[in-house]
């Protein structure tokens, strides 16, 4: 009974063990990228393993992995440059700070240094990159939503000159 317990836990940790390596891209960075589109259904890539478990009276149990989409998997284009502008570094989708240079950064309704100003940010403050880049006025602008000591607040704000950046990566972790 013990050993039947112990082929069990075995076999179990075996197929977990499967369905996680299904998930992991061991691709190299030289390896195809599946250009399988994101609607299509995984019936032919999906496999099954058979378990037994060892008794007399049992069946076989399938275990079935299904393909997993990875970060590989995904296209990734390089953010226009702006003239007058720094590298970008903000992500898309991805939170920000305001840095100690980005002091009275200007929060504005529309990408550009002549758009109605909204609110100041300071630094310190943490927003969620919506959208961007865009190039205007020898900045790069992202459309950020936050919320600080003033309330929650919506607009376009530059990432920085080429002296100095105004925000920065703020990543989880």
């Known amino acids: 009974m013990v050993a039947e317990l112990r082929r069990l836990i075995l076999m179990c940790a075996l197929c977990g063990s499967l369905v996680l ?11 195809p990228t599946d ?14 393993a058979q378990v037994s478990t060892g008794g007399p009276n049992t069946a076989p149990a399938a275990a079935t992995a299904a393909p997993t989409r990875t970060p590989a998997d995904t296209v ?3 953010p226009p440059v702006c003239a007058g502008a720094p590298p ?3 992500i898309l989708y991805e939170r920000g700070r305001v840095t100690e240079n980005g002091r009275g950064l200007n929060l504005r309704r529309q990408p550009g240094t002549q758009s109605i100003q909204l609110a100041m940010l300071e630094p310190g403050d943490v927003f969620l990159v919506l959208a961007g880049p865009q190039c205007t006025d020898n900045y790069t602008w992202y459309f950020v939503r936050g919320e600080n000591d003033d309330g929650n607040y919506e607009g376009w704000i530059a990432e920085g000159d080429l002296s100095e950046y105004y925000t920065e990566q703020y990543l989880p972790g």
């Open 76 to 78: 990734r284009f390089a």
């Open 35 to 48: 250009t399988t589109p994101t609607d299509a259904t995984p019936t032919d890539a999906t496999s099954t």
């Open 21 to 31: 390596l299904s998930a992991c891209n061991t691709r190299g960075a030289d390896a």
């Open 88 to 90: 970008t570094r903000l």
